[in-house]
T-cell receptor, first 110, second 115 residues
């Protein structure tokens, strides 16, 4: 089955700086890669996704890049704000179901 | 996106008992899934709820322990049977509409504690 690895496990950034989270996947047939943000005690919330026919996608301060050859994808958050503090999960669609990374705890320091 | 209502939101149960968690969606969805999330951990798929047929379970999860129903395209239940403290976790319903590479959304989860 699909195996997703996510790095780093924790990330502390100064407010206004950028944050980058990287994920790799194992199944070359995977074609859909969503990112979820989970605040403490809340549900995982889909924040952005990318499909295999696209190399990059941007939504305001958030962008995701995909390198299918290398089987890795990344989340970029620019101009970080305190409300960006949360756990972020990457995922890859293998077969019909999502496999999730272990998560990255992002802390934005004011 | 679909509105997903999950209940109960939390419960405290005695070991050996069973609890049924309900997931109601405000529109018909193609896929419904049940996940478990242990404290500080990632999301682990328990099973895919199939309408009108037996659920598809992931490795390590069995029907006797986690029976699932899905009578229609908007509703599913997950039962946690014969609970032990190791079952203390958050259980999440998740749904997807349309094809496989369409967005998947989560309910608020059920926080379960076993004494």
């Amino acid at each position: 089955g699909e195996n997703v690895e996510q790095h780093p496990s924790t990330l502390s950034v100064q407010e206004g700086d950028s944050a980058v989270i990287k994920c790799t996947y194992s199944d070359s047939a995977s074609n859909y890669f969503p990112w979820y943000k989970q605040e403490l005690g809340k549900r995982p919330q889909l924040i952005i996704d990318i499909r295999s026919n696209v190399g990059e996608k941007k939504d305001q301060r958030i962008a995701v890049t995909l390198n299918k050859t290398a089987k890795h994808f990344s989340l970029h958050i620019t101009e970080t704000q305190p409300e960006d503090s949360a756990v972020y999960f990457c995922a890859a669609l293998g077969d019909y179901k999502l496999s999730f990374g272990a998560g990255t705890t992002v802390t934005v320091r004011a | 996106s679909a509105v997903i209502s999950q209940k109960p939101s939390r419960d405290i149960c005695q070991r050996g008992t069973s609890l049924t968690i309900q997931c109601q969606v405000d529109s018909q969805v193609t896929m419904m899934f049940w996940y478990r999330q242990q404290p500080g951990q990632s999301l682990t798929l328990i099973a895919t709820a199939n309408q009108g047929s037996e659920a598809t379970y992931e490795s390590g999860f069995v029907i006797d322990k986690f029976p699932i129903s899905r009578p229609n395209l908007t509703f599913s239940t997950l039962t946690v049977s014969n609970m032990s403290p190791e079952d203390s976790s958050i259980y999440l319903c998740s749904v997807r509409s349309g094809g496989a590479n369409q967005p998947q959304h989560f309910g608020d989860g059920t926080r379960l504690s076993i004494l």
